[in-house]
């Protein structure tokens, strides 16, 4: 057997110590539950997608508006850009429709319709413009009162539908 000195036995404890430390900080993000999104990445050229990815899904985990705005690129997903569906996810988890105040124009009404649909709030619908009409219509029934119909005002197969419900 080879028999190693103290120095030695000294330096191999000092290289081990150390080298634990650094594998220790290179995997500080991953003890925690996440992953840095601002590291430098080499993956493609489609690096900006990956880093707004990355954004959406700590935007979701932590339920943070200001993470979801850190997502600068528009990559879309059957039509609705990582921006978006990152504010929505935190609407929905936070239940709180002023979020989607923050989503872009074509999207604030579908924001405010999914979250609504948990929420069941009469005043998010008197702020939507494209769904008006389907949101009085859930609520009418969802909360059992007649009185959403009255409010359903131009689509009229919606508000005699809405009716009927109620007879």
């Given at each position: 057997?080879?028999?190693?000195?103290?120095?030695?036995?000294?330096?191999?404890?000092?290289?081990?110590?150390v080298g634990i430390i650094f594998l220790s900080y290179?995997?500080?993000?991953?003890?925690?539950?996440?992953?840095?999104?601002?590291?430098?990445?080499?993956?493609s050229e489609n690096v900006p997608a990956v880093i707004d990815s990355c954004y959406r899904e700590l935007g979701h985990k932590y339920q943070s508006v200001n993470v979801c705005n850190k997502i600068t690129k528009k990559f879309e997903?059957?039509?609705w850009d990582m921006r978006n569906t990152c504010l929505?996810?935190?609407?929905?988890?936070?239940?709180?429709?002023?979020?989607?105040?923050?989503?872009?124009?074509?999207?604030?009404?579908?924001?405010?319709?999914?979250?609504?649909?948990?929420?069941?709030?009469?005043?998010?619908?008197e702020i939507m413009s494209d769904y008006k009409n389907e949101c009085y219509f859930i609520l009418a029934g969802s909360l059992n009162d007649i009185s959403m119909c009255d409010k359903i005002q131009t689509n009229l197969e919606y508000k005699k539908?809405?009716?009927?419900?109620f007879k």
């Open positions: 057997m080879h028999k190693i000195n103290i120095r030695g036995r000294i330096i191999l404890t000092i290289v081990v110590v290179l995997m500080w993000p991953y003890r925690f539950g996440f992953i840095a999104c601002n590291y430098p990445i080499t993956l997903s059957y039509g929505l996810g935190v609407a929905e988890v936070k239940q709180d429709y002023s979020i989607c105040e923050n989503t872009r124009l074509d999207f604030r009404d579908m924001c405010l319709y999914i979250v609504n649909y948990t929420l069941k709030n009469p005043k998010v619908c539908n809405c009716y009927r419900g």
